[in-house]
């Protein structure tokens, strides 16, 4: 009984998330949100906070599983084509060069330093979306 109620709770606090960022992109500021909703001011600001938090680690893991599913795509493809390029055939050759340039991008081993200072990542996207949807 009690973790039906723990569930159920949850549910409600998770739907309360979202109708909160649904309200936040519709423009309305935390005091509208919070008679909405009919939770404090506080309360609708941390629903909107979290919601975004979740959204970010969500996508960054996404990110993070894709990144990985083509790394080792690439590994296979090299894996392949390794010995023939091993023996001098320049048409391999050429190839894996092509398999390490796409992996050094995918791994981002090719930004110039001061270049990957100003590289936006999802989460510094979604830590931006944060930010600006708290505000009024």
């Known amino acids: 009984m009690a973790t039906q109620k723990n569930t159920s709770k949850k549910l409600c606090v998770v739907q309360k998330q979202q109708q909160a960022v649904m309200f936040r992109m519709q423009n309305l500021t935390f005091q509208q949100i919070s008679e909405r909703l009919g939770v404090s001011v506080s309360q609708a600001h941390r629903y909107v906070q979290n919601s975004l938090k ?27 084509l390794w010995p023939a390029a091993e023996t001098g055939n320049t048409q391999a050759i050429t190839t894996m060069l092509k398999l390490m340039e796409r992996e050094a991008v995918l791994l981002g081993l090719d930004v110039p330093s001061a270049k990957r200072e ?8 979604a830590e931006r979306l944060m930010r600006n949807a708290m505000r009024d």
């Not at 590289?119 to 510094?124: F, I, P, Q, S, V």
């Open 118 to 125: 100003e590289h936006t990542r999802y989460d510094e996207i």
């Open 54 to 80: 979740d959204l970010a680690e969500k996508l960054s893991e996404d990110t993070q599983a894709l990144r990985e599913l083509h790394r080792q795509r690439l590994d296979r493809m090299a894996a392949g």
